[in-house]
């Protein structure tokens, strides 16, 4: 400890932060891009771009209904269930899915969509294997190439650690309201550091509402005692329980024609007040224990919660209305989770919810700039006579040429890999991740033995150019465009292709800023800072000293 409170926490702060800043500013760029993941989907298979997207129409329910058991049972005649899902607001088509039987030795059997060509009745089966957006989704809580319990404890210990670095932080900040306000360019540490704290203010209740409800999210893995007390030890069933799934049916082998599910829509529409219908699920088709369960679209409620409403699949009998329990834990469990997923939020809101996402991995990476600028500031003497930097030092400038400049580098690699890829190759969908991977690798590589200011230009140059050019990647790989997508209204793309450009024009800003400090400096100290980290020339050119 320190000598004084103050100083306790401010080391706290510093340390609690520093240590899983890395892994934090992964976890949050991913989860970032998750509030969009359903549209990073949809841009990613280009053979759904036309004639594809459409709304759901009440109208149209009871023909779509029709059309869709005809073909599963022409097409999924021994699946293991049935999927027919209406389009959404995240998910704007029609398709029909099944699950085959597994084989032996398989928990699952193959997922198989297809989706339906709007106002016709042919269906695009030929669609590219890609992990799309669900990729990113995964990937801010399961992490990638590790077992996902884990990933997902390495997640949590993370997630503490950044509460912590919070809370600490919000004690250590005496001027919080007034530093709001303060943003002083071209100063230096001074500068990075009010950028740390607008960034950090400004989304203050985000950041602590999505770190909370992030460890709430796994709260039943981090601390299961109460479930294994109360189940005995069967936390599977506790966890049944808590999503108020209906438990596995089992078939029983015997014969029997599924009832046709048309003439359960006036029972579905009467339970759901008309409400639109998100997916409709046959459990077991074709044999005598076989259930049909009916979603609702929950799209206008906080509650993040799929509840059944249960037929039985033969006789057409109603098994449970699926009323969601009357119970003060369960709604506040499934509020905490709907806030992290943001699953409930409209267009604005979740914009809203990505704008703050950016300003949290901008609040992590200006935290560790700012710590290498003091770190290095504090050791100007041993590297100017001609010392190596500390390992400590060499590895958080690494580490930060590598998160922070690398992940958007990274995700523009990924988009690109998704469309230049061939289309048959084995495990593509695979490769994809992998080539994100490979991406930050080879960044890492060059920051392991260069982590100049001209390395750091060059990395910016490529992600921000390589991002302006997506929509021009769409245009070649794919039969639809920036301006045919606007003019039929396919704002998901649309939005995509724009945020791309948004994005990427940042970027080239930021490097164009690097590049500018370094013109300001001196001919003749210009070389003798090549080898110093861009927030330190910074600071040399504003001060005049070497750092």
């Not at 710590?371 to 001609?386: E, F, L, M, S, V």
Request: aromatic share 10%; hydrophobic share 45%; charged share 20%.
């Amino acid at each position: 400890m320190k000598e004084n409170f103050f100083r306790s926490m401010t080391w706290l702060h510093t340390w609690v932060g520093l240590l899983v800043c890395w892994v934090l500013l992964l976890i949050f760029f991913a989860g970032t891009m998750s509030y969009y993941r359903h549209d990073i989907s949809l841009w990613t298979k280009p053979e759904l771009h036309q004639n594809v997207i459409q709304d759901y129409n009440a109208s149209k329910v009871q023909s779509e209904l029709s059309k869709a058991q005809s073909y599963l049972s022409q097409h999924a005649n021994n699946a293991r269930d049935w999927r027919i899902s209406f389009p959404t607001d995240r998910k704007p088509y029609l398709s029909y899915s099944w699950q085959t039987q597994p084989e032996a030795g398989q928990r699952r059997g193959k997922f198989i969509e297809h989706v339906v060509m709007q106002g016709q009745d042919e269906v695009i089966t030929d669609v590219r294997q890609s992990k799309g957006g669900n990729f990113f989704y995964r990937l801010h809580f399961d992490l990638h190439y590790m077992p996902a319990k884990i990933a997902r404890w390495i997640v949590g210990f993370c997630s503490m650690f950044m509460l912590i670095a919070l809370i600490s932080g919000i004690v250590i900040h005496k001027r919080i309201f007034k530093d709001f306000f303060s943003f002083r360019r071209n100063k230096g540490s001074r500068s990075w550091l009010d950028a740390h704290n607008v960034s950090s203010v400004l989304a203050l209740p985000y950041h602590l509402m999505i770190t909370y409800t992030g460890l709430v999210t796994l709260m039943a893995m981090y601390m299961p005692w109460a479930a294994i007390t109360a189940y005995d030890g069967d936390t599977k069933a506790f966890r049944q329980e808590l999503k108020n799934r209906p438990a596995q049916v089992i078939p029983l082998g015997e014969s029997a024609k599924t009832i046709q599910l048309t003439t359960l829509l006036p029972q579905i529409n009467q339970l759901f007040d008309n409400k639109p219908i998100r997916q409709i699920v046959v459990t077991n088709p074709g044999d005598k224990n076989s259930r049909v369960s009916v979603y609702k679209d929950t799209g206008e409620t906080v509650t993040d919660r799929r509840v059944a409403t249960i037929f039985n699949a033969v006789d057409g009998t109603l098994l449970n209305k699926g009323i969601e329990p009357d119970s003060a834990a369960q709604n506040t469990h499934d509020t905490l989770i709907a806030l992290h997923t943001g699953r409930f939020s409209g267009p604005v809101l979740r914009f809203f919810f990505f704008i703050c996402g950016v300003m949290g991995c901008a609040m992590i990476a200006t935290g560790t700039l700012l710590w290498a600028n003091k770190i290095r500031q504090k050791q100007h003497k041993q590297i100017n006579q001609g010392e190596k930097a500390s390992f400590g030092l060499r590895l958080v400038e690494g580490l930060n040429l590598t998160f922070i400049a690398g992940l958007p580098l990274a995700a523009s690699v990924f988009f690109y890999a998704n469309r230049l890829l061939p289309i048959d190759m084995i495990n593509r969908a695979q490769w994809e991740a992998n080539s994100f991977f490979i991406a930050l690798t080879i960044i890492a590589l060059v920051a392991c033995f260069k982590r100049t200011l001209a390395v750091w230009r060059y990395v910016l140059a490529l992600s921000g150019s390589s991002l302006i050019a997506i929509p021009l990647l769409n245009a070649m790989t794919s039969n639809s465009d920036l301006l045919r997508n606007i003019n039929q209204a396919q704002w998901s793309l649309v939005g995509f292709d724009i945020m791309c450009v948004v994005i990427g024009v940042s970027i080239l800003f930021a490097r164009r800023k690097l590049l500018s400090q370094q013109l300001k400096l001196p001919t003749g100290r210009r070389a003798a800072t090549r080898l110093k980290d861009p927030i330190v020339i910074q600071t040399t050119a504003t001060t005049g000293k070497e750092a």
